[in-house]
């Protein structure tokens, strides 16, 4: 089973990356307080720590998820490689839309980070919310 691990929103696009314990998810908003969610395709992005820990492990070092600059960490799966899959966090439901395209903050990170995110999607996906709820690091998680 995997399980929801971390929850972070930037309440400004490049702000510092605020951590959470929980968060309310709406259609409109994505995850409340974060600047990137109304933004139809890309509302939440979701990190996989088994696809972080190998592309840490690629470069020799290890980083706090939270540099991915990702909405949610999940444990226990990897990453959907499928525009459609829909990821079920309690009553909260997102449609993945995309792929996270690694940036250069990454290499700004490390030498290196960003084009160890690039296989098998390990930069994780881009989601939209199909329906909303509130969610709370712990909580199960499912990947269709």
């Not at 996270?100 to 881009?126: F, H, K, N, Y």
């Amino acid at each position: 089973m995997a399980i929801l691990d971390g929850i972070a929103i930037a309440p400004k696009i490049l702000a510092p990356m605020e951590p959470r314990t929980e968060a309310e998810i709406t259609i409109e908003a994505g995850i409340t307080g974060d600047a990137r969610g109304r933004k139809r395709t890309r509302q939440i992005s979701v990190l996989f720590a088994d696809d972080w820990t190998d592309a840490c492990s690629e470069i020799g070092e290890q980083h706090d998820w939270i540099k991915r600059r990702a909405n949610l960490y999940v444990s226990g799966c990897r990453s959907p490689q499928a525009i459609g899959q829909i990821i079920r966090i309690g009553s909260v439901e997102l449609e993945v839309t995309e792929e996270t395209e690694p940036c250069e903050m990454m290499d700004a990170i490390s030498d290196g980070l960003r084009q160890a995110l690039t296989p098998a999607w390990r930069g994780g996906v881009c989601c939209r919310v199909i329906s909303g709820g509130t969610i709370r690091n712990g909580d199960d998680v499912l990947v269709d």
